[in-house]
């Protein structure tokens, strides 16, 4: 976009005119209705002598009068430009690739995100590609690991990160985060068939989490656990679990729920409610795009976009 153009303020007619001084007197440059070889005042042709040394000196003369006005024509200008307070362009919304929205994303995460080939599915994804879309950019992208994703956006690797992001106090320092899209809590994840049913029971037993998680932090609010183990991907936790090298796995209810109706040896056996939202994530400051996202965020939900991806990932609306 175009920045706004200053606007000049123009000398009045006054400060445009200019005169000399002859005999105390000021004396127009053209004198209308003169004779020629007249000047006003009441000189004429005779005063020959006093004539040429007029016209003598008036090159010189006219050369100082035109750099005073000049001048002040100048300083008045510039007294009256009026500076815009900000640029079009400040507001305009720029992206890492003109053209492009580029989306971080930490797979496998299902059903928020997944990999299958060289095409990424899940909710976070179907989502990224409907906003692209009502922004007029085009859709990229970009896998990374779970620890890594929050630091390659800060580094400005993608635009924005989708990857069932939790809004937390420590994040929102270093991070701008969208509206909300999803209310979660953390699950506890058993192998069906276990005795654990509810937290307590997690007294001395091998919980599985994944790293820099929010079902990390609810972890470490339980006491008595025998030992945390950390996983870069919750996929392998879950694998760990059914192998029963794990008791339990903590994991965002959502993701657990989903497990839990896909692989039958698997079950929620208690839920520790945090009340978490997850939402889009930006760089901090990153004020156009994050308005940008917020609006399309709204328009989706007006129009019955935000329900549909809801039922079609998780089954109902949420």
């Given at each position: 976009?175009?920045?706004?153009?200053?606007?000049?303020?123009?000398?009045?007619?006054?400060?445009?005119?200019?005169?000399?001084?002859?005999?105390?007197?000021?004396?127009?440059?053209?004198?209308?209705?003169?004779?020629?070889?007249?000047?006003?005042?009441?000189?004429?042709?005779?005063?020959?002598?006093?004539?040429?040394?007029?016209?003598?000196?008036?090159?010189?003369?006219?050369?100082?009068?035109?750099?005073?006005?000049?001048?002040?024509?100048?300083?008045?200008?510039?007294?009256?430009?009026?500076?815009?307070?900000?640029?079009?362009?400040?507001?305009?919304?720029?992206?890492?690739?003109?053209?492009?929205?580029?989306?971080?994303?930490?797979?496998?995460?299902?059903?928020?995100?997944?990999?299958?080939?060289?095409?990424?599915?899940?909710?976070?994804?179907?989502?990224?590609?409907?906003?692209?879309?009502?922004?007029?950019?085009?859709?990229?992208?970009?896998?990374?690991?779970?620890?890594?994703?929050?630091?390659?956006?800060?580094?400005?690797?993608?635009?924005?990160?989708?990857?069932?992001?939790?809004?937390?106090?420590?994040?929102?320092?270093?991070?701008?985060?969208?509206?909300?899209?999803?209310?979660?809590?953390?699950?506890?994840?058993?192998?069906?068939?276990?005795?654990?049913?509810?937290?307590?029971?997690l007294r001395g037993k091998?919980?599985?989490?994944?790293?820099?998680?929010?079902?990390q932090d609810a972890a470490?609010?339980?006491?008595?656990?025998?030992?945390?183990?950390?996983?870069?991907?919750?996929?392998?936790?879950?694998?760990?679990?059914?192998?029963?090298?794990?008791?339990?796995?903590?994991?965002?209810?959502?993701?657990?729920?989903?497990?839990?109706?896909?692989?039958?040896?698997?079950?929620?056996?208690?839920?520790?409610?945090?009340?978490?939202?997850?939402?889009?994530?930006?760089?901090?400051?990153?004020?156009?795009?994050?308005?940008?996202?917020?609006?399309?965020?709204?328009?989706?939900?007006?129009?019955?976009?935000?329900?549909?991806?809801?039922?079609?990932?998780?089954?109902?609306?949420?």
């Amino acid at each position: 976009m175009a920045r706004l153009r200053s606007k000049t303020c123009r000398p009045t007619k006054a400060e445009k005119s200019s005169s000399e001084i002859v005999s105390g007197k000021p004396l127009s440059r053209r004198v209308w209705g003169q004779r020629p070889g007249q000047l006003g005042g009441g000189l004429s042709a005779s005063t020959g002598t006093r004539l040429q040394e007029r016209k003598r000196k008036l090159p010189g003369r006219l050369a100082r009068m035109l750099t005073v006005i000049i001048g002040i024509a100048f300083v008045f200008s510039s007294a009256c430009t009026i500076k815009p307070t900000q640029s079009s362009d400040d507001k305009a919304i720029k992206t890492v690739t003109p053209g492009v929205l580029t989306v971080g994303t930490s797979t496998p995460f299902p059903p928020f995100e997944e990999k299958k080939g060289d095409a990424f599915t899940g909710f976070d994804i179907d989502l990224a590609r409907r906003i692209a879309t009502l922004m007029g950019l085009r859709l990229r992208v970009v896998n990374v690991s779970w620890e890594g994703a929050l630091p390659a956006l800060r580094r400005g690797r993608f635009d924005m990160l989708a990857a069932a992001v939790s809004i937390t106090a420590g994040r929102r320092r270093e991070y701008d985060f969208s509206d909300s899209y999803i209310t979660s809590n953390q699950s506890v994840m058993v192998r069906t068939g276990s005795p654990i049913h509810k937290v307590a029971h997690l007294r001395g037993k091998v919980v599985g989490v994944l790293i820099e998680s929010t079902g990390q932090d609810a972890a470490r609010g339980i006491s008595g656990l025998k030992r945390l183990d950390t996983y870069d991907m919750m996929q392998d936790a879950f694998e760990d679990l059914v192998l029963g090298r794990l008791d339990a796995v903590i994991a965002d209810s959502p993701v657990a729920d989903w497990v839990s109706r896909r692989q039958k040896e698997l079950s929620v056996a208690a839920t520790i409610h945090t009340n978490e939202r997850y939402a889009l994530v930006v760089r901090k400051g990153n004020r156009p795009l994050l308005d940008a996202l917020n609006a399309a965020l709204a328009r989706m939900r007006a129009r019955g976009d935000y329900d549909r991806l809801c039922e079609k990932w998780f089954g109902k609306k949420l």
